[in-house]
């Protein structure tokens, strides 16, 4: 396999510390403004219309005038001159009873983010990409305006750099899963560091960067050692509490219930978007999860601040 991109400089690395991606949803443009407008315009069209028909109707059956040879009634109707007062411009119209006002549409900023101290929130995560099927994925949570946390490897973000770069651009957080996908607990210290470090620099570079970044151990595997090293980094360990196990099963149906049946409130849901059966689930699993009545976030959201070299399982 050539997950083993060239792995960036450590120089950024300590700019990098602390760092997280977690871009704020685009605004939107307010959409009713025209609307509303337009339809004032449309109603008065359509009242000086009708005048107009039954102006030109009265005056027809009033005139009584014989009507000149060779003229078709149609044409003779419609030259006929038209003299209702009511149609005259007037320099003062007679005050209109005004409209209730239309509400006027806020420039809508970013939607607040949700407050999973009220709410029943669930993160829904996934592992180990970008790869093949991470676009599809892409696509699913935009239709169903969900956002979602990504645990990228660097060697797969330096393979598909544009993709990575998507994810963080249509709102959703990203984090690190290290480099190599290779156990950080059966390696020197130095190499996890490395693992560590050369995944944060290619997250800056790639995607931008804002706040401390998430870090979840591949396999969910670390020891008192990897969590100092990534405690001196100012980077959380992010586990999950609901564990879909879709690499094992690759089923639609299996992944879909045991991520709807274990989530709680404050759920951390693991998936892995490498895999084409969890792609397949996921709009299933957002059905299922709101209308159970729960709200699907970040893990930035689900969380808040965290703390460096803090263990999170669930909000
Ligand atoms: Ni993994």
């Known amino acids: 396999m ?21 871009l704020v949803p685009s605004t939107l443009t307010p959409a009713h403004a025209d609307a509303t407008h337009g339809t004032g315009v449309a109603l008065r069209s359509t ?25 078709e009634p149609a044409a003779w109707t419609v030259l006929t001159p038209i003299t209702a007062p009511e149609l005259e411009p007037t320099a003062e119209p ?8 239309a509400p006027e549409p806020e420039p809508t900023p970013a939607a607040p983010a949700p407050d999973c101290a009220v709410l029943a929130c669930v993160a829904l995560t996934f592992d180990d990409g970008p790869g093949p099927y991470t676009g599809t994925l892409l696509n699913t949570l935009a239709a169903k305006g969900v956002k979602a946390t990504f645990f990228v490897l660097g060697s797969r973000v ?13 709102g959703h957080a990203l984090g690190s899963h290290a480099w190599s996908h ?13 693992e560590i470090d ?18 979840r151990p591949p396999y969910g595997a670390f020891d008192e ?57 996921v709009p299933g699993i957002i059905d299922h999860l709101q209308a159970a009545g729960y709200t699907l ?4 959201e689900l969380l808040g601040p965290t703390e460096p070299g803090q263990v999170y399982r669930s909000r």
Request: avoid cysteine; hydrophobic fraction near 45%; aromatic fraction near 4%.
């Open 225 to 281: 050692q990897v969590r100092l090293t990534l405690a001196e980094r100012g980077q959380p360990v992010v586990l999950w509490d609901v564990d879909t196990e879709d690499w094992k099963n690759r089923d639609v149906g299996v992944t879909t219930h045991r991520a709807v049946a274990g989530a709680s409130p404050g759920s951390i849901i693991l998936m892995h978007d490498i895999h084409e059966s969890t792609v397949a689930a």
């Open 94 to 101: 007679a005050p209109e009873p005004a409209p209730a006002p």
């Open 297 to 300: 976030v970040t893990l930035p």
């Open 47 to 71: 009242v000086s219309t009708a005048d107009l028909a039954a102006g030109s109707a009265s005056t027809v059956a009033q005139t009584g005038a014989p009507r000149p040879a060779g003229v």
């Open 158 to 170: 330096a393979q598909f750099p544009d993709l990575a770069a998507r994810t963080a651009a249509e």
């Open 2 to 22: 050539a997950w083993h991109g060239a792995r960036p400089s450590a120089a950024l690395v300590a700019t990098a510390f602390g760092m997280l991606v977690a």
């Open 198 to 215: 050369s995944t944060t620099v290619i997250l800056i570079q790639t995607v931008g960067i804002g706040g401390p970044v998430l870090f």
């Open 182 to 194: 290779q156990s950080l607990t059966s390696m020197p210290v130095e190499q996890a560091a490395d």
